[in-house]
């Protein structure tokens, strides 16, 4: 039945594929690019190492229970990060593309973790910390616990 239509099921079967593939990329672009605007606005000035954490804390966020499993949704839910309501325009281009660095390389797993378990950070001078049971990573002037 299906040898009369050859080309007709084989273009059919790439066309769904292909939009699965548009689905899954957009799903996973929109993953990034929250990513990105977390890593720009929380580590803007800091070394590649510091915001690939940054990215790894966020992630691990989405992988841990009593956080959303979703990127977009940690990086915006209430009181996490202050920059979320605020809404700063990006006014450093450079900053802006090693943030999309950053976050490519982490999410897509391209990088080894540098901070272990830590699902917080703050800038060292804080001096406010979420207890823990494991010391503190410092990486550039952000603290990973």
């Not at 490519?104 to 830590?118: L, Q």
Request: aromatic share 12%.
């Amino acid at each position: 039945m299906f040898q009369k239509y050859p080309v007709c099921i084989s273009a059919l079967l790439l066309l769904s594929s292909t939009n699965a593939m548009a689905d899954f990329d957009l799903r996973h672009n929109r993953q990034i690019r929250c990513l990105q605007e977390n890593i720009y606005h929380e580590s803007r000035g800091e070394p590649l190492s510091a915001r690939k954490a940054v990215a790894e804390v966020t992630l691990r966020r989405s992988n841990t229970k009593g956080y959303p499993k979703d990127v977009c949704a940690v990086v915006s839910q209430y009181k996490q990060f202050s920059w979320v309501h605020k809404k700063h325009p990006v006014n450093d281009k450079r900053a802006w593309r090693l943030a999309r660095v950053a976050a490519v390389e982490v999410y897509r797993g391209f990088t080894n973790p540098v901070t272990k378990h830590a699902i917080y950070f703050n800038h060292v001078s804080y001096g406010k910390r979420y207890p823990t049971p494991t010391k503190p990573i410092i990486i550039g002037r952000l603290e990973f616990y």
